[in-house]
């Protein structure tokens, strides 16, 4: 049997529920980028991001689809929640490397500027 107890491989579990966390976060940080280009009402922007997204990490896609065709002040609601739950500027910068170079392709000014 390879698998070990829990409390042997306790310091490597929470570093993988760590990691899936992060995962998480930069998923709805990418949404968060997309509604905040809808609220500027540049629906081809987001249309053409969601596409690039689609090629990366279908499942990924989907879920925004998912979240974005739920009433738009749960949107909104979403989008606040999920820049509020971000503990710092470096914190944000980091989940949001990969969204960042797509965003600033269609000129949006990104929330972190206010932040």
Same mark, same amino acid.
């Given at each position: ?19 899936? =966390?992060?995962?998480?976060? =930069? ?39 998912? *979240? ?13 929640? #999920?820049?509020?739950? #971000? ?12 969204? *960042? ?6 000129? *949006? ?7």
């Amino acid at each position: 049997d390879d698998l070990l107890p829990l409390n042997d491989d306790d310091k490597e579990n929470k570093n993988e529920r760590k990691a899936a =966390t992060l995962d998480e976060n =930069t998923e709805n940080l990418i949404m968060t980028q997309l509604f905040c280009i809808l609220a500027h009402r540049n629906a081809a922007a987001a249309q053409a991001i969601l596409e690039q997204i689609k090629t990366e990490n279908q499942a990924l896609a989907a879920r925004i689809i998912q *979240v974005m065709t739920k009433k738009e002040q749960q949107n909104e609601q979403k989008m606040f929640d #999920v820049l509020h739950c #971000v503990q710092s500027q470096q914190e944000f910068d980091e989940k949001l490397s990969i969204s *960042v170079p797509l965003i600033e392709q269609f000129n *949006v000014k990104l929330y972190k500027d206010t932040m």
